[in-house]
Each structure stands twice: as structure tokens, then as C-alpha cells.
């Protein structure tokens, strides 16, 4: 069992940076590979961005390439979204997701994880 707690939500102007944390539980993190979603009411959840087991790999959304890189760290058992340049339509619920076969890019297409964390709220002010 993986247990995933996001934290670093909170309200931020457009323009602004704000860092999302994953915290994830046991010790096995390494073999999952990770990725950020996000959801927005009336909306299905989209792909983010993921990362590989290692981190030697990384895919993004088109929306957030170039503004926001994903990250972890295997010891600490975190994965992290540093988000710069944001956009009112970054207005989110954001979630972090585990998977135990998937590649970075295929967490963009596949419907299902193994673990969800609960979600961080992210509002973006224009």
C-alpha cells in the first residue's frame, strides 16, 4: 500500500510560482512511476506531468511545457511540481498519482492508477 499526501496548494496571481509536494508513505516509492493530474469542476481529470522510477525520464502536457518541471527525490519518498508562470486556467485541483508499470509518457494516456492522493487546490487570480 502507498499512501500520497499533496501538499503547497493555495492562492497565487497570475504570473506567480507555487511548488506542489507528494509525500508518499512505505517503502517502495522507487518502484512507482509518479505524475501529477489535475481537475477542474465539470471537467475530467488531465495529465500534468509524470516521472519516471529513477527521474531519468520526465513528460509534460503541451498546456505546461516549458512552465512547470516535475521532480523527485527516491530517498525522501517526494515527488514535486514547481509551477512558474501561471495562468488563470492552471485553476485546478491538483492530484498526485502512482503507477507501478507505466512509462512517463504513457501516464498521459492510461486510464488507471494504482494510488490517488487526495488533491491540493490551486487558484490562479487574473
Known amino acids: 500500500q502507498v499512501q500520497l499526501v499533496e501538499s503547497g496548494g493555495g492562492l497565487v496571481q497570475a504570473g506567480g510560482s507555487l511548488r506542489l509536494s507528494c509525500a508518499a508513505s512505505?517503502?517502495?516509492?522507487?518502484?512507482?512511476?509518479m505524475g501529477w493530474f489535475r481537475q477542474t469542476p465539470g471537467k475530467e481529470r488531465e495529465f500534468v506531468a509524470a516521472i519516471n522510477k529513477s527521474g531519468s525520464s520526465r513528460y509534460y502536457a503541451d498546456s505546461v511545457k516549458g512552465r512547470f518541471t516535475i521532480s523527485r527525490d527516491n530517498v525522501k519518498n517526494t515527488v514535486s511540481l514547481q509551477m512558474n508562470s501561471l495562468k488563470p486556467e492552471d485553476t485546478a485541483v491538483y492530484y498526485c498519482?502512482?503507477?507501478?508499470?507505466?512509462?512517463?509518457?504513457?501516464?498521459?494516456?492510461?486510464?488507471?492508477?494504482?494510488?490517488w492522493g487526495k488533491g491540493t487546490l490551486v487558484t490562479v487570480s487574473s
Open positions: 498519482a502512482a503507477n507501478n508499470w507505466a512509462t512517463a509518457q504513457a501516464m498521459s494516456v492510461i486510464p488507471d492508477m494504482d494510488y
Open positions: 512505505g517503502r517502495t516509492f522507487s518502484r512507482y512511476t
